[in-house]
Structures are given as C-alpha cells and as structure tokens.
C-alpha cells in the first residue's frame, strides 16, 4: 500500500516537472519596455555551458534518479517497518511434489491467522522449479513462539489431503527466518512438512 502511494507520488511529480520544464525550454524572451530604464550588462567572465542535452535525455535522466530514490525509500521502509530485532520472516518451498500438490496455505503464529494464500499453476510450477514464496513477514517481540502451517490440496489416490506442521521456536535480538518446506517421503508415499530455522 505505502510502495504504491510512493510510486503514485513520484509519478505525479515526474508528470508536473516534464511540462514545467517544457515551458522553460520555450519561453520566449519578454518585450523590453522602452521607458523602463535597464541597467547594462555586467561584463561576463565566461558565457554559460549550453545544455546540449535534449528534453527526452533530461525526462530519461529524471526517470533514473526517481527510481534509484523510489529503491532507497522502499529499503528505508522495510527498515523501518520490519527492524532485525522484531523481524520474523516465512518463506515456503516444495521439493518435487509428486505426492502432494499443494493448493493453500494458512500460517498462524501465536493462534493468530497471518498469512493465507490459494496458488495458481503458475505459482505452483515456480516452486517445483526451485522458487521460494515469501509467505510472511512481520513484527513478533522476543521469546518463545508457536509456528502452525496447515497444507491443503490434493494427495496421494488423488485424496484430499490437509495435514498441519507446528514447531515452538524462540526469537532473539536477531532477524528470524523460518522455511516451511514441502518434501515427498518416497518410502511412506506421502509427502513431508519440514521447518528449517535461520537465525
């Protein structure tokens, strides 16, 4: 929400200075009224760089400086949204998937709901391609903690197969970071819910 109103402020902004500098280009030099007594013109040391850039190089040129401000506002923003001493982050993989295709997943924390997502093919086919989701990211204060992941979606004989993983862990002074991994048990047939733990 904050990044969209940032992008919209620095869009509008961009849309105000093109014209304003369109005009300045264009402007033409104003009437010299003959009873208004000008004073001479000072003796120049040197006449000034003329700016061969045209006005798309500048636009261009603008345009990079926003986003390069716009990255460094939106890295400020997680810093200042999420800092390492409170920062708790979720992140979901799969490996393989032949006995589990996974459509949602609900993540509670504490027996509070913080995170739900239902995925698509497309989502599904960056995970079994090695891609990982960052399913949350937030603010829990130090101490101990309860993790629930429940899965949900087809399984093995193509049964609806829904099947939670908790795991208590502790959060220091430190950034954490938790991945909930969805791995296929080729002895049981059945896939594996497995939590791994980063400090």
Known sequence: MMKKFQLKLWLCLLLFLVPVIGQAEDAEPT????YVRTPAPAAQTSPPAPDNRTLDQRVQDLKKEVKALNRDLFILEEELLFPSSTQLAVFLSVDVGEFFRLDSVQLKIDDKVVANHLYTKRELGALKRGG?????????KAGEHELIATFRGPGPNNREYRRGTTVKFKKGSAAKFMELRIV???RKLQPEFVVKEWE
């Not at 009437?31 to 003959?34: C, D, G, L, R, T």
């Open 31 to 34: 009437a010299i009224n003959p």
């Open 132 to 140: 990982v989701q960052r399913l949350y990211i937030g603010n829990v």
């Open 184 to 186: 296929d048990a080729t």
